[in-house]
């Protein structure tokens, strides 16, 4: 069976070209042609990958409707090329100019891994020299930053590996019921954590920050509805400015928690299995599913564990302004994002003056990370 045709490649090299701002006579990239592969099936040479764009949810379509973390870079990058893949969430999106390779893997840390596992072990591509950027929404502390703010992970940390008491029934002197394993409870967290198990993964320090120091002074847009929105957070200097780019770390649970105490409790868990190296600025779900199936494929040589990127964008605050209670403002929320729009717009600005610059630069970065 033909899932794809020769004429979908001619085509979509040459609606990436134009769509991605190439030069309209520049002779047109030639790329294996994968049609006559199957899912999951060696082609006789594999697609060459550059780049590959992790989003991990699309609202609706993937195009012309409210976007999500997938539409934009559909949209403007020039993913015109369909690849079918049924062994995992979202079929996949290639640009045969600029080889940029787009994915969707579905919200949670089991589909997350399962799709970053399958795409590594797919024999249609050659992912050995190619970046991942991780790009997402995410909750944000507002004790570090605003709702459209960019953060770049340093490390990712595991918040679902742990021991829970039902805060109701725990010792006095316990501030919470959640703690590490291997730990006698949350007053036990001083000595040297054992990451092992997946708890925590340390982006490559030297490519982060490199991605940083490339987009810390881009200036993002602000807009009254957002600017709205931050200043109910008085008592929080940082989440009342305009959005900005930051590093800060990214706290990955399959739970979607809110509120003061389950802020307090994610800056203890970074402080912890960071060894009071991270700051807990963003919480999403997806990252730590990314990284441990990338450490894997790096471990056979599939992929390169040094060349992953994280970044997350503030979609919304992860506990209430001051006089709101949690329950009140975490369902107003599940009702639309206050910063949705903001932060994939944002998400896309950042990430592409990093895509950009690995492109513009391939024969440097080709063979040397930053």
């Known amino acids: 069976m033909h899932f794809l045709n020769r004429a979908a490649v001619i085509v979509g090299a040459c609606l990436a070209l134009c769509l991605s701002g ?13 049609s006559e592969c199957e899912p999951g099936e060696p082609c006789e040479t594999p697609l060459p990958v550059k780049v590959v764009v992790v989003s991990l949810f699309e609202i609706g379509e993937d195009q012309g409707d409210v ?48 799709a970053t596992m399958a795409l590594g072990l797919d024999p249609r591509f050659d992912l050995t020299k190619a970046y991942w950027l991780v790009a997402g929404i995410a909750g944000i502390d ?11 992970a340093r490390y990712v940390i595991d918040g679902d590996l742990a021991h829970e008491i039902d805060p109701r029934e725990i010792p006095a002197d316990w ?4 703690f590490p394993r291997h730990t006698n409870g949350p007053n036990d967290m001083k000595g040297k954590p054992d990451p092992s198990g997946g708890e925590m993964f340390k ?24 600017a709205a929105e931050r200043a109910q957070f008085s008592d929080y200097p940082p989440a009342q400015e305009p959005p900005f780019v930051l590093e800060g770390e990214q706290l990955s ?15 203890a868990w970074v402080r912890y299995w960071t060894s009071g190296r991270g700051e807990f600025v963003t919480s999403a779900m997806e990252d730590t599913g990314v990284l441990q199936a990338v450490t894997y494929l790096d471990n056979i040589g599939r992929v390169d564990r040094d060349r992953v990127l994280v970044m997350r964008a503030g979609s919304n605050y992860t506990m209430p302004p001051p006089g709101t209670d949690p329950a009140t403002y975490l369902l107003r929320e599940n009702e639309g994002y206050a910063g949705l729009e903001a932060a994939v717009e944002n998400l896309y600005t950042v990430g592409s003056k990093v895509v950009d610059e690995l492109l513009d630069n391939w024969s440097t970065y080709e063979n040397a990370t930053p």
């Open 253 to 267: 649970a399959m739970t979607f928690w809110h509120g003061k105490l389950m802020t307090d409790w994610a800056n």
């Open 67 to 114: 976007a999500g973390e997938f539409q934009l870079w559909k949209e403007r990058r020039g993913l015109t090329m369909r690849i079918p893949f049924p062994q995992s969430f979202h079929d996949l999106y290639y640009n045969p100019e600029t080889q940029v390779l787009g994915m969707v893997t579905g919200i949670g840390t089991a589909r997350s891994t399962a």
């Open 22 to 34: 190439g030069a309209a006579l520049a002779d047109p990239v030639a790329v294996p042609d994968i």
């Open 142 to 152: 507002p004790e570090d930053a605003s709702i459209g703010s960019v953060a770049w």
């Open 203 to 226: 982006i490559n320090p030297s490519l982060e920050a490199w991605a940083y120091n490339l987009t810390k002074n881009i200036e993002l847009p602000d807009s009254e509805a957002i």
């Open 175 to 178: 501030k919470f019921g959640y």
